[in-house]
Nanobody, 119 residues
Framework: QVQLVESGGGLVQPGGSLRLSCVASGKIFGIYDMGWYRQAPGKQRELVAGITRLGRTNYPDSVKGRFAISADIAKNTVYLQIHSLTPEDTAVYYC?????????????WGQGAQVTVAS
C-alpha cells in the first residue's frame, strides 16, 4: 500500500513558477512509475509529467520545456516544477504511483493540489 500526499499548490500570477511536492509512504523508487496528472474543471484528467521506475522522464508536447519532474530518493518525494504559468494551467494536480504485476495494475493517487493561475 502506498499513500501519496501532495503539497505546494496555491494562487500564482501568470508568468510565475511553482513547485509541487508528492511525499510517499512506503517504498516507491525502483518499483513504481510515478506521474503527475492534472484535471481542469470540465476536462478529463491528463498526464503532464512522468518518471519511470528506472528514472526516465516523459512529458506531453503541450508542456515540454515548462514542466520538469524530479525525484529525491532520500526524501521519498517526487517534485513537479512548473515555469511560465498561464491561466490554462489552472487545475487540480494529482500525484500517481503505478506498477504492474503479471496482469494486475496497481494505481495509487494523492488527494490533489489546487493550482490557480490568475492576476
Amino acid at each position: 500500500q502506498v499513500q501519496l500526499v501532495e503539497s505546494g499548490g496555491g494562487l500564482v500570477q501568470p508568468g510565475g513558477s511553482l513547485r509541487l511536492s508528492c511525499v510517499a509512504s512506503g517504498k516507491i523508487f525502483g518499483i513504481y512509475d510515478m506521474g503527475w496528472y492534472r484535471q481542469a474543471p470540465g476536462k478529463q484528467r491528463e498526464l503532464v509529467a512522468g518518471i519511470t521506475r528506472l528514472g526516465r522522464t516523459n512529458y506531453p508536447d503541450s508542456v515540454k520545456g515548462r514542466f520538469a519532474i524530479s525525484a529525491d530518493i532520500a526524501k521519498n518525494t517526487v517534485y513537479l516544477q512548473i515555469h511560465s504559468l498561464t491561466p490554462e494551467d489552472t487545475a487540480v494536480y494529482y500525484c500517481n504511483a503505478h506498477r504492474m504485476t503479471a496482469s494486475t495494475p496497481y494505481d495509487y493517487w494523492g488527494q490533489g493540489a489546487q493550482v490557480t493561475v490568475a492576476s
